[in-house]
């Protein structure tokens, strides 16, 4: 789970299964911090999945998104921040990237064209239901 920040007043947040599977996502103001948006991502993913038995984050959801998911007695996995001058993969993290990275070939989501934040959330699931299709 993470917040992509590419468009200019937007956050997007998605939750992605292990294979960088579209569970659930939401489109917001970015006047609003990610520990709380993420909780109501996390919260809309496990109606939808009931299974879920954990979540991986980045370190942008501490504290108030790790109370949450420990609330609702789910697990939850922040990765560890990375030293300034040092790269590295972190792999469950690197899938909600690739899958961020896969929508932002779309052009509809290069730039903000919808009015709405719903409108956003629907074309960033037909971006990614497309690129599912071109797979196979």
């Known amino acids: 789970m993470t917040g ?11 939750v992605t299964d292990t294979m960088g599977n579209l569970l659930n996502i939401k489109v917001h103001a970015a006047n609003i911090h990610d520990t709380v948006s993420g909780g109501a991502i996390f919260e ?41 001058n040092e790269w590295q993969i972190l792999p469950k993290r690197w899938i909600v990237e690739r899958t961020f990275a896969w929508a932002n070939w779309s052009r509809l989501l290069a730039k903000d064209y919808e009015i709405k934040a719903v409108y956003q959330e629907n074309n960033f699931m037909i971006s990614h239901l497309h690129t599912l299709l071109r797979r196979y």
């Open 44 to 84: 809309g993913a496990l109606r939808k999945y009931s299974t879920i038995t954990g979540v991986c984050a980045d370190a942008g959801y501490r504290k108030t998104f790790e109370n949450f998911v420990n609330s609702l007695g789910k697990k939850v996995d922040i990765s560890a921040k990375i030293k300034p």
């Open 4 to 14: 992509g920040k590419k468009v200019k007043g937007r956050k997007r947040h998605i």
